[in-house]
Structure formats: structure tokens, C-alpha cells
């Protein structure tokens, strides 16, 4: 039996007073890049992969960011595509889409979510073979 679960682990990315109001910067997570946004006017934190999925370039966290029908946006500082900033989803109808990640602010420090995927390969067959040497141990006692 093969059993996989994805849990989130937070990672720290800055100081609050780091990231300019209603702007964004950008934070490295091991080999990713991610664009991180406060949006003050509306009291809120969004997290998105920082590469423009249409021409592949580094610059989300330079875009400006604004709301469209009430719906957060972010838009590409050099093609102006718009992606929203809660699902990610291109807002000019193509079907090129954004990574998205949770955010927390803790006492001023700003958390990030990534999602890890956390495999137990035939972990019925373990348990079975744990329990096989526990009682092996049991009657060599």
C-alpha cells in the first residue's frame, strides 16, 4: 500500500516593514523564487511564483497590484497580463496560471507555505515487519 499525504511547512521570508505597502519583493526558497505582496489597501498578504508563466521572466514581484471585480490581482510589469492573486488564474482569459502559497505574519515576521509531499511506500508491509521483529525479540527474552 502506497500512501501519500502533502502537509505545509512554513518557511520564514522577512520582516514585515521589509515588503513596501501595496508593492511586493522577492524571496528566495531554495531554488524558487517567490513573489511576495502586501496589499495594505485591503489589510492582506498574497504569495505567487514570481516567473511570469507567458514569456518566463523573473518579474511578478514588480508588478503592480490592484483588484479587479474585487478580486486581487498582480500584473506583469512587461506584458501586463493580470493573474489573481488568490488562485492564480490568468484574468485576460488565457489558460497560463500562476502557483500560489500561503501566507502568516507573526509578530511582524512574514511565513510563507510551501507544500511537501510526504510518501509512505507499502507502509502496511513495515508495520507487519515491525511487529515480526518485536515478537522475534519477545521470544529470544
Known sequence: ???????????YACIADDVPENGGVCV????DQVALF???RRGEWYATQNECPHRQQMALSRGM???QND???VACPFHKKTFSLKTGECLNGDECSLKTYPV???NGRVFI???????MVNSDKKIQ???ARDDDSSKAA
Request: aromatic letters at 10%; hydrophobic letters at 30%.
Open 1 to 11: 500500500m502506497k500512501t501519500e499525504t502533502t502537509a505545509i511547512t512554513w518557511f
Open 28 to 31: 528566495k526558497y531554495n531554488d
Open 38 to 40: 502586501h496589499f495594505t
Open 65 to 67: 497590484i490592484g483588484a
Open 71 to 73: 478580486e486581487p490581482k
Open 104 to 106: 502568516k505574519v507573526e
Open 113 to 119: 507555505g510551501v507544500s511537501i509531499e510526504l510518501k
Open 129 to 131: 515487519e515491525c511487529n
